[in-house]
């Protein structure tokens, strides 16, 4: 049994590729590297530099290393930058998905993973969403991994795709120093690319309607989420049904200055952070119910903010990632 991690020398899709491998299961890495790293993928593990666009190329690589099946996670992932670049984005979440589904069907590989998001539920009306909360996406990027979920469904109707869809929204932490978060748009890294370079942090509105006036976000540690993709890789391989889509939630919303805070607390740095606009697509609020999901695919908060921001703050010690 191999699956093929589309995006798998990105930040999360690394994460996926190791926890993969300590569950014993071989895996192949498919990433352009437009924002991953060749050093992020382990030794021993093939690796396929291209892009998803590229459905040829994808076919051959699913044959050539007979794969069973794939996870999903190479896309444009910005939902500000995405308000900004709506046609970049359609082509590398939407064509890019249709692309590798296409390749799976000519290949006979009949089950994916497809790495979702939160964004589908733009600013819901409701404190907790669930799975069956409306879909209401506020940016290019919600929009695009909404019909990519759609994509998959509907190559399950005609096709018989096994398949599944996990939604999350803040990913953060890392489960080795050697795989950091250099993303230069997620809250994270900016925070502590700042400090490391003796300048203030910023959060993007005090405005929204919250406790505090800054957004409120799910937070999940990347190690937690990476575990989640594996079982439901093992739950499609074994033949069971799981739902079209998952929640991987915290239950519990932490806005931006309370994430502030931590670093604060967790660097020994004080600091009192700059107060910029609010950024075109960020929702006021969103926090997921992961019920349904601790049920089916093992997902479960098992660090704290605290361990996420240390985690996160020791990788960014380390060396700049090739």
Not at 11 to 19: D, F, K, N, Q
Not at 205 to 219: E, L, Q
């Amino acid at each position: 049994m191999t699956w093929l991690v589309t995006g798998g020398a990105g930040y999360i899709g690394a994460h996926v590729v190791r926890s993969f491998r300590e569950a014993g299961i071989d895996v192949v890495v498919l990433d352009d590297l437009s924002s991953g790293h060749a050093s992020f993928v382990p030794d021993g593990v093939p690796f396929v530099r291209g892009t998803i666009l590229d459905t040829a190329l994808v076919e051959r690589t699913l044959r050539e290393h007979e794969v069973t099946g794939v996870v999903h996670v190479a896309a444009f992932k910005y939902a500000g930058v995405s308000v900004q670049r709506p046609l970049h984005t359609y082509a590398q979440n939407v064509t890019g998905t249709a692309s590798v589904l296409e390749a799976m069907e000519s290949a006979d590989v009949d089950a994916v993973v497809f790495s979702s998001s939160a964004a589908v539920y733009g600013t819901p009306e409701t404190d907790l969403v669930t799975e069956s909360t409306p879909t209401a996406p506020e940016s290019p990027y919600g929009e695009s991994k909404l019909v990519g979920e759609w994509l998959l469904a509907d190559a399950g109707r005609a096709s018989g795709l096994r398949h599944t869809s996990l939604r999350y929204f803040n990913v953060v932490g890392s489960a080795s120093p050697d795989l950091p978060d250099t993303s230069p748009h997620n809250l994270f890294p900016l925070v502590m690319d700042a400090l490391a370079e003796d300048r203030t942090p910023r959060i993007n509105g005090t405005d929204y309607p919250t406790p505090d006036g800054t957004c409120v976000r799910d937070y999940v540690h990347v190690a937690d989420l990476a575990a989640s993709h594996v079982a439901a890789a093992r739950a499609l391989t074994e033949g069971c049904t799981l739902q079209p889509v998952y929640n991987l939630g915290s239950g519990e919303g932490v806005s931006v200055r309370q994430i502030m805070d931590t670093v604060a607390e967790v660097t020994g740095i004080a600091f009192t952070p700059e107060v910029a606009p609010r950024r075109p697509g960020d929702p006021a609020r969103i926090v997921a119910d992961g019920s349904a999901a601790a049920r089916d695919i093992d997902w479960a908060m098992r660090h704290t903010l605290r361990e996420m921001v240390a985690s996160a703050w020791e990788a960014r010690g380390a060396d700049d990632p090739a």
